[in-house]
């Protein structure tokens, strides 16, 4: 088996792949060779080909497995540092093909990602690149650890945790809620995925369900600004961000934002924020531009170009953001007219009153003041109420006074 894994290296490790034994990763060919002699279920190399980006090969026994490995791993992976793991079944470098003849079956590929994705300078790339390595290797080695030990990779079956995270994912993109977490259920007793990926999946049911509190009051128990984090955690933060500082979707699109308030609940996620963003889709970009923006984060637009439309994005940057720009609706007077004679409503009424304008008492009074007996005694009977029909008699009696 040795000979075998030597022959398989020597080929990979050769052409156009950077990484060579006179390179500056040439200790990544030792922690190949001790991947691949371990002899698990899932092993994995890094590869770096010439024109590309470093790319983690993840290796799996059948094809099966690599199904669901790539589930686990696209739940694992910090995303803010490489692409979605993809199956490969076709060499794309000449390199590859000593993997194929080895794991015909395929094998699935991880990438950093590039630098013009990242848009940072060569220097701060090759520094990227270094710490997107190491990010990455880590959630590798902690995913496969966990999964080469469960009973799922040594016997799959029908509840596999790499099929219950795809039926999750697939029920998220639909947004059907129930699904989501009747598979969370399912997924969150198993021992065979981490408390974070588990997090990341309940971040995800708390953002369908709107729970805005909820998702803020998690990320603080969890400390997610001290660890990595996912996009699908993120995208959870920001909308819990951007909607507990405006009222609906509707006043997000008119920019009616409470500012100040967005900002200061920003600040204690600052060290998520200032993170370079990772998106599929528009509207989660919009959510991070509306915190960019209120955070004044450097070259946001330029970030943010071609993933927004020009014309909001134009129109978001000159909102001001030192005001609370949210509209205020004014309350309507109390409508009697929908109310019955009981309890319930006697007691409303007469808590509705206590902040009413004062053309309202009178009619409030009177309203009061012609319920039943009986509802009437059973209401004074309770001492805060009867305290609220004293104080309602009173405002009453001096309004009326002031035109009599």
Same mark, same amino acid.
């Given at each position: ?18 990484? %060579?034994?006179? *390179?500056?990763?040439? *200790? ?28 983690? /090969? ?14 686990? $791993? ?9 692409? /979605? ?11 590859? %093909? ?9 094998? $699935? ?6 630098? &013009?994705?990242?848009?940072?300078? %060569?220097?701060? /790339? ?60 399912? #997924? ?21 369900? &709107?729970?805005?509190? +909820?998702? #803020? ?20 933060? $920001? ?34 924020? @200032?993170? *370079? ?11 991070? +531009?509306?915190?960019?923006? @209120? ?17 909001? $994005? ?91």
């Amino acid at each position: 088996m040795t000979g075998c894994i030597n022959s398989i290296l020597k080929i990979f490790y050769h052409g156009e792949n950077r990484i %060579t034994p006179g *390179s500056i990763w040439n *200790s990544k060919i030792e922690e190949a060779r001790a991947n691949l002699q371990n002899l698990k279920k899932i092993q994995y190399v890094l590869g770096y080909p010439q024109g590309a980006e470093p790319t983690f /090969y993840v290796l799996c026994e059948s094809e099966e497995i690599m199904e669901h490995t790539k589930d686990w $791993l696209n739940c694992a992976l910090p995303r803010f540092y490489c692409k /979605y793991a993809r199956p490969c079944k076709e060499a794309e470098f000449e390199f590859e %093909t000593s993997l194929l003849e080895r794991w015909p079956h395929g094998f $699935l590929k991880i990438t950093i990602w590039s630098q &013009q994705r990242t848009e940072f300078d %060569t220097d701060k /790339y090759k520094k990227f690149i270094r710490y997107a390595v190491s990010e990455c290797q880590t959630a590798l080695d902690e995913m496969i650890l966990r999964s080469n030990d469960s009973p799922n990779i040594r016997k799959m079956s029908d509840k596999s945790i790499g099929i219950l995270i795809k039926a999750f994912m697939v029920a998220y993109r639909e947004d059907d809620l129930e699904r989501m977490v009747r598979h969370y259920d399912e #997924i969150v007793i198993r021992d065979d995925i981490e408390r974070r990926n588990k997090d990341t999946l309940k971040f995800m049911c708390l953002e369908k369900e &709107q729970n805005w509190k +909820a998702i #803020i009051r998690l990320a603080h128990e969890r400390n997610v600004s001290a660890q990595v984090v996912s996009s699908a955690v993120m995208v959870a933060i $920001l909308n819990a961000l951007v909607f507990t500082s405006c009222k609906n979707g509707e006043a997000l699109h008119a920019f009616e934002i409470d500012w100040p308030k967005l900002n200061e609940s920003a600040q204690e996620f600052y060290p998520v924020l @200032v993170k *370079s963003p990772v998106f599929e889709i528009e509207s989660e970009w919009r959510l991070w +531009a509306i915190i960019a923006h @209120v955070m004044n984060i450097e070259s946001m637009g330029e970030i943010a170009f071609g993933h927004i439309e020009q014309a909001w $994005l134009d129109k978001l940057m000159g909102q001001d953001t030192s005001i609370n720009a949210e509209k205020l609706v004014l309350d309507d007077r109390l409508d009697l007219s929908k109310f019955n004679y009981d309890e319930s409503s006697i007691a409303h009424v007469l808590n509705y009153a206590q902040t009413c304008h004062e053309s309202e008492v009178i009619d409030l009074y009177e309203w009061v003041e012609g319920a039943p007996l009986k509802i009437k005694m059973c209401i004074k009977s309770q001492p805060s109420f009867y305290r609220f029909w004293q104080q309602l008699e009173v405002s009453a009696t001096n309004y009326f006074q002031k035109f009599h």
